[in-house]
């Protein structure tokens, strides 16, 4: 059962609101026959062992609370505060809305997640095949190369090749010819080159001769790999039109509005504190989440990143690490965030911090947004810098790995005892991990007289208990069922196995390289474009309500029997009884803050899919050089400003 946030949700939904619906009898019935088979088809996907009714149900109570909670949101402010009808409008606008987004959203979601599942596990589909070739190539039996990666593999595929060998004993399919033929139509709906590919691995049992079976598996695994290269090449192609909507619609035009905001005063719009932070706060911020969420759907997983697990010995004190890292960032927020009102509180020494517009350097609030960033910086870095290491580790262990595999091939095919091909291989990968790790294969051989599989994977003295690749650790226990054939063909079998890492590496490559110039774009935007741009358009605000605060003054002194008076004050008003200055900086700069983790996590999720640790890593390390950036740009664009005004 996948006990994930829906799931759970939907139950608590049964337990306390059942009452919303009346006869809850008569509701299930209704259920049944109102939802669609996709619909059914996506809970048993994703493994959500939940009714219809359930679904349903949590989609009204969602909806009823969201609702609720906006309009108690709503009277309170308009208990404390006066507000125009254009502010009045904005809010009922919003109270509408974002619950019918809630309603749509819950009542999709498992088909929604079931997409996003169904396009994230073709991911695994190169590995996977990967490992059934490689078994075929030692021991031409199809029941054994599938058991082999459904037990070596945690992937979502892994999990539906073990269902598949379930289905087998107990009778569902007759045999495994039947059993791979379902299979392979099954998944041939997601992925037409992973049906083919399934289909010639199936028929090389039938070749008479080894090495058109050889040529066969081989075929297959190209296949696969030519089919991943295609799917993500069109996919890059594809990304064009919508990153250029991202980059425009959801982010200039937003940001350039920033500047414009004061000036709608003179035609009579008045935009006050809660329309800028539940336009620039919420509602854009959502609205380029979900498109770029949107966006990401659409990407077909290629290469799983490596899983991670907090029991790794690197992360015993995680944590520990996770709550001291959290205290020592919210201290730290707390201190810069106050900061700029204690220097206030002080006298405002050599007039540094702003008291109104175009004064000073740095508004007030400005010391809030850098509190809030010291914040993520601190916890990101200090939470995820060991995840990032140990992922960074992993990774070049595999690609030393593949080198590593051929030159053990070439000299176990030598003839060599495995003693002397692993200490062989460790001179040559001398400086190395996967060189250290080989090296104590061979003193485990030679001194402790242990077996193969234990000199490498026994929990106490194993040469490999400290690599913690899935990649590695199949192919070695690939090499030490080959390694008891003769010498010739366990040396063949090996030197193919690496072979087939290199390929997949390659492809890697050639995937990373195909998407970097959307994830380059757009780590440019969140790192200098966005922020400097944001700038400009703040300092250019500040402007222009400075020069309607001076038109006000002037206009003030007019005779009061002149009509051009009463109009030019008016419109000199400005923004200054409507939003104050530092209200106004404090929502455009949280606003960067989120947009830059919308950004951040836009890029990340394109060059290497869903890994939470590299993206949290990736954060820690742009967020503060996007701010600062931010900054610079807002003081020097308001020393420049200063001679218009």
Not at 139 to 147: F, L
Not at 253 to 263: D, R
Not at 568 to 595: H, K, R, T
Request: contains cysteine.
């Amino acid at each position: 059962m996948t006990d994930n946030w829906y799931s759970v949700s939907c139950r608590h939904s049964v337990q306390y609101f059942s009452w919303l619906v009346g006869d809850l009898e008569r509701f299930k019935k209704k259920s049944e026959t109102s939802v669609s088979q996709e619909f059914l088809d996506s809970l048993n996907f994703c493994g959500f062992e939940i009714e219809p009714y359930e679904s349903q149900l949590l989609a009204i109570s969602g909806t009823l609370l969201s609702f609720m909670l906006l309009f108690i949101m709503d009277v309170l402010l308009l208990q404390f505060m006066i507000f125009g009808s254009t502010t009045i409008a904005f809010m009922v606008l919003t109270t509408v809305l974002i619950p019918i987004f809630v309603l749509v959203y819950l009542s999709e979601y498992p088909k929604i997640h079931a997409r996003f599942m169904k396009i994230h596990s073709l991911g695994d589909i190169p590995e996977i095949l990967s490992y059934i070739v490689m078994s075929m190539k030692l021991v031409s039996n199809m029941e054994r190369a599938i058991s082999f990666a459904a037990n070596n593999s945690e992937r979502p595929l892994a999990r539906d090749l073990r269902k598949l060998i379930w289905d087998m004993h107990v009778r569902v399919y007759t045999g495994i010819d039947d059993a791979t033929i379902a299979f392979a139509n099954q998944w041939g709906k997601n992925s037409e080159y992973f049906k083919r590919a399934l289909h010639l691995v199936k028929s090389s049992t039938n070749e008479p001769d080894e090495a058109q079976r050889v040529i066969t598996l081989n075929k297959s695994l190209d296949i696969v790999l030519e089919g991943t290269r295609h799917m993500m090449v069109g996919f890059a192609a594809r990304l064009k039109t919508p990153t250029y909507i991202l980059y425009s619609i959801f982010i200039l035009i937003p940001l350039a509005l920033v500047a414009l905001l004061p000036a709608l005063t003179i035609v009579g719009v008045r935009i006050d504190a809660v329309i800028l932070i539940l336009l620039y706060d919420l509602i854009l911020p959502l609205a380029t989440f979900g498109y770029a969420e949107y966006i990401l759907l659409q990407r077909p997983a290629t290469f799983p990143p490596p899983r991670i697990s907090d029991s790794h010995p690197h992360l015993v004190n995680i944590k520990r690490t996770r709550r001291d890292t959290s205290i020592i960032a919210l201290v730290t927020a707390i201190i810069i965030g106050a900061s700029g009102y204690l220097w206030l509180a002080y006298g405002n020494p050599l007039g540094l911090v702003s008291t109104g517009a175009m004064t000073g350097y740095i508004p007030p609030s400005f010391t809030l947004i850098w509190g809030a960033t010291a914040f993520i910086t601190i916890y990101a870095i200090g939470v995820y810098t060991p995840y990032k290491s140990i992922r960074d580790d992993i990774k070049e262990i595999e690609y030393q790995f593949a080198d590593a595999l051929f030159v053990l091939g070439r000299r176990i095919s030598d003839g060599r005892s495995p003693e002397w091909a692993f200490m062989q291989t460790a001179q040559t990968m001398k400086g190395t991990r996967i060189g250290d790790a080989f090296q104590d294969v061979a003193n485990n051989l030679s001194l402790f007289r242990t077996t193969l599989v234990g000199a490498i994977f026994d929990s106490e003295y194993g040469a490999f208990r400290n690599i913690y690749s899935e990649r590695v650790h199949t192919t070695m226990r690939l090499f030490t069922q080959s390694v008891y054939k003769s010498h010739q063909s366990a040396g063949v079998a090996i030197v193919k196995l690496a072979d087939h890492l290199k390929e997949l590496q390659e492809v890697e490559e050639n995937i990373k390289g195909s998407l970097y110039d959307v994830t380059s774009t757009m780590k440019s935007t969140a790192t200098i474009f966005a922020p400097l741009i944001a700038g400009v358009t703040l300092a250019l605000s500040e402007v222009i309500q400075k020069i309607l605060q001076n038109i006000s003054i002037e206009t003030s002194r007019f005779p009061e029997g002149m009509g051009v008076a009463s109009i030019m004050s008016d419109v000199g008003g400005g923004m200054e009884q409507s939003i104050p200055p530092n209200v106004f900086i404090l929502a455009v700069g949280f606003y960067m803050i989120v947009l830059v983790i919308i950004l951040v996590r836009f890029a990340g999720g394109i060059e290497y899919g869903g890994d939470k640790a590299q993206f949290m890593y990736d954060l820690g390390q742009i967020l503060p050089v996007s701010i600062m950036v931010f900054t610079i740009s807002v003081v020097v664009s308001r020393a420049l400003f200063t001679a218009i005004v």
